[in-house]
């Protein structure tokens, strides 16, 4: 494409993105008004959103047909979906086109269309394509349509707004800095890229660059409110603890990664601002989000149906421990995912918190903690890896090992070896680490834990030497 023809889709993007926006912002009102709803009302509606869900899915996804056959969609209830199968993501891959709802859409359009991407962008229908190699390292590709997006949007940014009205008004323009990916295939970037109040300006700045990068960037910035990764959040905070760094946020969002007591709390020493995170996944999109009075992350009912389960699949008790959560996501009609495993480790929390709200609460979600590699010169995140090797089209799946110059990969898949080195190379190099060594194995499978078939996706160093030392004892 040429940088002519470059520019003309970037401005149609930006034209459709614009009365995008407008919905949301049209939405937001409803949105906000649920966090005030009664224990009944949220599981009254959720009950409907499930319904509607499931007549939707039966009737236009063939997968689905055949699925929920014994299942009355004019009656079915959230506790009736322990009676349907689990959803796996390599089911997802299999049979993905039998499972997508849009006439004449198939993986292999999707997979054209997100080889020529050189920017976020709509079909003519409105639909947006993703891909990512999420938490499992198996790449995945995803849908997602108008109202869905619409819909995580006001479920990403609800508590913040309300709360928000709550503070005093701002005495200079608000100024949004977003610490996503920063550029496609990846959803995070548009999700959260979402001016909330009049006269709001964005900038977007990727958490991937070096840190000297992002650190100046911010600065010029002077963002009024933040939102990213956890980690790069904290050590921006870490930075202005320093005097390296001056801004005052007002408001802190966090997604993507697991937000640390540790990061948590250097956000609020050096602010002292409320940190509002958030747990999600591209398949489902927004699961739960945290709120600025109380513990733990409060479940978007209205929008997703959690179930804690056994091995077997069936639900246990909230006191109970369990294996795994699934989770049925109500505003995706486009590619219905329904009882998929999600491979999270999550637990609820007793009693109400102290916001009021009637939504049930978690506590802090395990299972998916993606470790930085921490060289004697720099550091290198997780979403280094991730974003040059899941946006691979010829790679089913991955494991990236820590070594003392570099990393060795391991790749399932019929992709160019050469392509992926030299791309890690240059990654590795502008984070800072010299002469990085790189090594790429083809594969046919990748082992994965016995006990609980989970891949571990990034191994450190140190992990890979207890790995060993392991293996030697036994």
Not at 10 to 30: G, I, P
Not at 185 to 195: E, K, R, S
Not at 207 to 231: D, K, M, N
Request: aromatic residues 8%.
């Amino acid at each position: 494409m040429s940088q002519a023809a470059g520019g003309a889709a970037r401005s149609a993007y930006e034209r459709r993105r614009a009365a995008h926006l407008s919905m949301v912002q049209a939405a937001l009102e409803d949105h906000i008004a649920r966090l005030d709803w009664p224990r009944e009302r949220i599981e009254r509606y959720r009950d409907h959103r499930l319904r509607a869900l499931l007549a939707y899915a039966r009737e236009r996804s063939p997968f689905y047909a055949a699925r929920l056959r014994n299942l009355d969609p004019a009656t079915a209830t959230a506790a009736d979906l322990a009676g349907l199968p689990v959803l796996t993501k390599p089911e997802v891959l299999d049979q993905w086109n039998g499972i997508v709802t849009v006439p004449g859409l198939d993986r292999e359009t999707v997979e054209r269309a997100l080889a020529m991407q050189t920017w976020y962008s709509y079909t003519p229908a409105g639909q947006q394509f993703f891909s990512s190699g999420g938490s499992s390292g198996v790449r995945g590709v995803y849908v997602w349509d108008w109202e869905l997006f619409v819909t995580l949007a006001c479920l990403a940014w609800r508590t913040q707004l309300r709360d928000g009205r709550l503070r005093p008004p701002l005495r200079e323009r608000p100024r949004l800095a977003v610490l996503e990916a920063g550029k496609p295939p990846h959803a995070g970037t548009p999700l959260f890229d979402i001016p909330t109040v009049p006269g709001m300006e964005t900038a977007v700045i990727p958490a991937g660059a070096p840190f000297g990068e992002i650190l100046a960037a911010v600065a010029a910035a002077r963002p009024t409110h933040l939102v990213g990764f956890p980690s790069v959040i904290a050590r921006l905070a870490r930075a202005t603890l320093a005097g390296e760094l001056a801004i005052r946020p007002v408001q802190v969002s966090t997604n993507s990664e697991p937000l640390t007591d540790g990061d948590r709390q250097v956000i609020r020493d050096a602010w002292n601002v409320p940190v509002y995170n958030l747990w999600g996944s591209t398949e489902i999109g927004v699961q739960a989000v945290g709120c600025a009075d109380g513990d733990g992350l409060h479940v978007c009912e209205d929008e997703v149906v959690l179930e804690r389960v056994d091995d077997t699949g069936t639900p246990v008790a909230p006191d109970q421990p369990a294996a795994r959560v699934l989770a049925t996501g109500l505003a995706n009609r486009a590619f219905p995912f329904i009882r998929y495993d999600l491979g999270d480790e999550v637990t609820y929390l007793p009693g109400q918190c102290g916001c009021g709200s009637r939504f049930a609460r978690l506590g802090n979600v395990a299972g998916r903690r993606d470790d930085d590699f921490h060289y004697p010169r720099c550091t290198v995140p997780a979403g280094v890896f991730r974003h040059v090797l899941g946006i691979d089209p010829r790679l089913s799946e991955y494991q990236v090992r820590q070594t003392p110059n570099g990393v060795e990969v391991l790749a399932v898949g019929c992709t160019d070896t050469a392509e992926l080195t030299a791309s890690l190379i240059a990654a590795l190099s502008r984070l800072g680490l010299p002469d990085p060594q790189v090594r790429i194995w083809t594969v046919d499978r990748i082992q994965r834990n016995a006990a609980t078939g989970k891949l571990s996706r990034f191994i450190a160093l140190q992990a890979e030497a207890r790995r060993v030392d392991g293996d030697k004892a036994h």
